[in-house]
């Protein structure tokens, strides 16, 4: 090809192949097995947990070791596990679904995932270094500060999500502009599939939620390193203003979660019922307005705080206010079912299980947003059962759901459905066993996060109930990882469109799909692009461009070494108290923090003046494939 | 792809937006900068709600002066106009003039910096340390984070400036001197918050 810059840009194979790595699709796969990883140690914990309450007195763990299983299932859980798989699907499929070739940042794709990895390495490194931080997930101050908190547990809370935190926001940034600039010919807003709608709405709300943690986090490390006052009442700081900022953020975060997952039930719905999504605008529409209430709602988690009559009401109505949207959605997946011809696959059920599940959550929270009624539930296990039944039973029954559902295009191969089932109804009758019984416990009045309770307070058989359902769940998760082992022995020869009822564009190039993703950008002429040509009687997409050349981003390994970089850095400035001074007061701590930063500017040097011309894979390359694949 | 469509040795309308590089580059960093908004947003609501607990130290009315503030703001405000001649000189394709504003929007920036540690130096004497109260510590946070912020655009630019010298204007040092050119109105925009919120609140007692 007559190219001005033909650059030969080394294709790696092997590990360094994921080391550098720039393809969304593998990225994808990265962020899976890392939030998968983290998943099994967030449910470790829980069974931990679940084991210390299943009799009353029981002292299978001390009550401190509770407190920091208590803290980390929580960090873990949110930060580790379910964010990254919910990046895991975006990056498998959005950029499928808008008939991209890309994202539209490859480098800051990666470097998203290495710094969230690092942050989440250091979190739990806390555990080998004498102590896990454990002031709960939400590390209120003055618990959180150094008088309450000696150790080193909050400071790994504190650095770790920081950086973990970093790799998310970037992350949003990546989707929001990759879904704005990079669509196919055709691929107007309002022809978006819903999955990548909620992924836009969720970059959105990761993009303004995000730094207001990280100026929380970086407020009480200061208070924590620096003898900085800000939440410590001594000094004139206020304990109150810790809880403001952590909502701010930590409200948009529960919207974060549950949108992608929303958008996962209606492709899955929508697919396995025949039928095009119901009231398809009203979706797009409940999902911006759930985003946009995200942000009024925050001191409903401070009801008792003391924030006066007016501030609680308000922020009562705008909570329940977030109903409204929420049930046009449960509405549009019923209407959606009305009258399909319904394949319940295990991808469908997970997604037809998810809907009254969520509804149990939703129902539960707007009890919980009546404000004077709060007062009697808060702190106590009704709480614990409602945010498990919103977040196991809606995000992570949606994450089952598309997992089982894009399998195929990740990798090539079918989940066994026989294994696939049994997984959903062992963790779906787990789920309810362990939480549902949860809200009478906190009726009763059993509040949360204690470590064990007194004999005779009709506690017992509850919490022996939600135990036995907690070891359900542990079932069914190894079921899947079983069935994931078992996967990966079979051939990889997945059709293009393994359910035969795809709809969107994904399905219209190979399971997995090659490095370049579509060989002609598509043209897109309707909403449920590709069902549209079927029912067209046309066998695929209209392309939008003849075959030629496509230019790909050069792989590199900068990423990984700024996620390192930052948690060197992070460790240094945690121990720059107990590491003593290199030379005269300067303190080593801060030298081995220094070097950090030190890696992670240079390597931001590096990537400026070196211009990345990228690579192209040339014609008889994509020739090649299409006839392999035919 | 895009990023070699244009004729060879001729610059587009608009370098910055010529390639979808570009344009990513352009959104992406408006939509940092949205997030940007909400961290200084977080850090003026801490300084807000902590500004009175000044314990035992210096009160803001006290300790602040106004005319190495207002000195420091003209410096800033003034590398900020400089900023948009060096874009105005990018979209006229003339890399010496487009060089040149960048270096003396560098060094206004660089004075703002020196004035800012001085002042600092100035308020530790004083006996307004970072940990002394909640004023303090919100004090330093906040205009400490907008410091760090000029201090990396200095950085920044002044890479950006090697860079333009070494490889001239093209369809790929256009972004960034476009980019940049967005960041430092920022941080100029945020300092204005800044100089009011922070010092001319301070001195109504």
Request: glycine content about 10%; some cysteine.
């Amino acid at each position: 090809m007559a190219h001005a810059h033909t650059h030969t840009v080394k294709r790696y194979s092997g590990l360094m192949d994921w080391l550098t790595t720039v393809d969304h699709k593998k990225i994808g796969i990265l962020y899976m097995i890392a939030g998968g990883f983290f998943f099994l140690v967030g449910g470790l914990e829980a069974i931990l947990i679940r084991v210390q309450l299943w009799k009353p007195l029981n002292n299978f763990v001390s009550a401190d070791t509770y407190n920091e299983l208590l803290t980390m299932h929580g960090t873990t859980m949110i930060f580790l596990a379910a964010m990254p798989l919910l990046f895991a699907l975006m990056n498998a499929v959005v950029p499928l679904q808008i008939g991209a070739r890309d994202v539209a940042f490859p480098f800051v794709n990666s470097l998203g995932f290495w710094t969230f990895l690092f942050g989440g390495v250091l979190l739990n490194v806390s555990w080998f270094t004498g102590g896990a931080p454990d002031a709960g997930w939400t590390s209120y101050a003055p618990l959180a500060g150094t008088t309450y908190s000696g150790d080193h547990g909050v400071d790994y809370y504190v650095l770790g999500l920081q950086i973990a935190g970093i790799g998310t926001l970037i992350g949003g940034i990546n989707f929001l502009v990759t879904i704005i600039n990079m669509r196919a010919p055709g691929m107007t807003f309002m022809r978006m599939p819903m999955f990548t709608w909620t992924a836009f709405i969720t970059s959105a709300l990761i993009l303004f939620a995000f730094p207001a943690l990280a100026v929380g986090l970086a407020a009480l490390m200061f208070d924590r390193l620096f003898d900085a006052n800000f939440f410590d009442p001594s000094g004139g700081g206020n304990a109150v203003l810790w809880e403001h900022i952590f909502w701010i953020f930590g409200h948009p975060e529960v919207y974060i979660l549950i949108l992608p997952a929303f958008g996962v039930i209606s492709e899955v719905i929508s697919t396995f019922s025949r039928k095009r999504l119901f009231g398809y605008s009203s979706m797009v529409f409940a999902t911006i307005l759930i985003g946009f209430l995200g942000f009024m709602v925050w001191a409903h988690h401070m009801f008792t705080v003391g924030l006066g009559p007016v501030a609680n009401a308000l922020f009562s109505i705008a909570t329940m206010l977030i109903a409204v949207p929420t049930g046009i959605k449960i509405f549009n997946w019923l209407f959606t079912m009305w009258g399909g011809s319904i394949k319940f696959t295990t991808a469908n059920l997970f997604a037809v299980g998810f809907i009254p599940t969520f509804v149990m959550g939703g129902v539960t929270g707007v009890m919980l947003a009546a404000a004077p009624a709060d007062f009697q539930y808060h702190d106590s296990y009704f709480v614990v059962a409602h945010f498990h039944y919103v977040i196991v039973g809606g995000l992570i029954l949606g994450i089952f759901s598309g997992l089982h559902y894009w399998w195929p295009k990740m990798f090539g191969r079918v989940l066994n459905e026989g294994l696939g089932k049994l997984t959903f109804w062992t963790f779906f009758i787990g789920f309810h066993l362990t939480f549902f019984i949860q809200h009478f416990l906190g009726l009763l009045g059993m509040p949360r996060r204690i470590w064990t309770y007194l004999d005779g307070l009709g506690f017992n058989e509850m919490n022996m109930i939600s135990t036995v359902g907690a070891f359900l769940m542990g079932f069914g998760t190894i079921f899947f990882l079983l069935n994931v082992v078992i996967t990966a022995f079979k051939p990889q020869n997945a059709p293009a469109d393994p359910w035969e009822d795809g709809r969107t564009l994904e399905w219209t190039i190979p399971s997995p799909p090659p490095e370049y993703n579509f060989a002609q950008t598509p043209l897109v002429r309707g909403y449920d692009a590709y069902w549209k040509e079927k029912t067209d009687g046309h066998k695929g997409m209209t392309p939008a461009e003849p075959i030629g050349p496509i230019h790909m981003p050069s792989p590199s390994i900068l990423p990984f070494f700024m996620g390192l970089g930052l948690f060197i850095a992070g460790l240094g400035f945690m121990y720059s108290h107990d590491w003593g001074n290199l030379f005269g007061s300067f303190k080593t701590g801060y030298a081995v923090g220094i070097v950090g930063l030190l890696i992670v500017f240079g390597c931001m040097f590096l990537r400026s003046v070196i211009d990345d011309h990228g690579f192209h894979i040339e014609e008889e390359e994509i020739l090649r494939d299409l006839g392999g694949k035919a | 792809m895009s990023a070699h469509s244009h004729v060879e040795g001729q610059l587009p309308h608009e370098p910055e937006k010529a390639t979808l590089e570009g344009r990513n580059k352009v959104l992406g960093f408006w939509l940092f900068l949205g997030g940007e908004t909400v961290l200084f947003g977080t850090l003026f609501s801490a300084f807000l709600a902590l500004r009175h607990q000044v314990l035992d130290g210096p009160p803001a009315h006290e300790l602040f002066q106004l005319p190495l503030v207002a000195l420091a703001t003209a410096l800033l405000l003034t590398s900020s106009l400089t900023s948009v001649f060096a874009v105005h000189a990018l979209h006229t394709n003339r890399v010496k003039a487009l060089i040149n504003w960048l270096i003396i929007t560098v060094v206004l920036g660089a004075a703002f910096l020196g004035l800012e540690i001085y002042e600092f130096v100035h308020y530790v004497h004083e006996g307004h340390g970072f940990t002394t109260s909640a004023f303090s510590s919100s004090f330093y946070t906040l205009v400490g984070f907008h410091g760090a912020h000029v201090a990396f655009g200095i950085c920044w630019i002044t890479l950006i400036i090697i860079q333009l010298a070494r490889k001239g204007l093209t369809v790929v040092t256009a972004p960034k001197v476009y980019v940049a050119g967005m960041y430092w109105h920022f941080i100029d925009v945020v300092w204005v918050f800044i100089f009011t919120v922070v010092y001319l609140m301070g001195k109504v007692v």
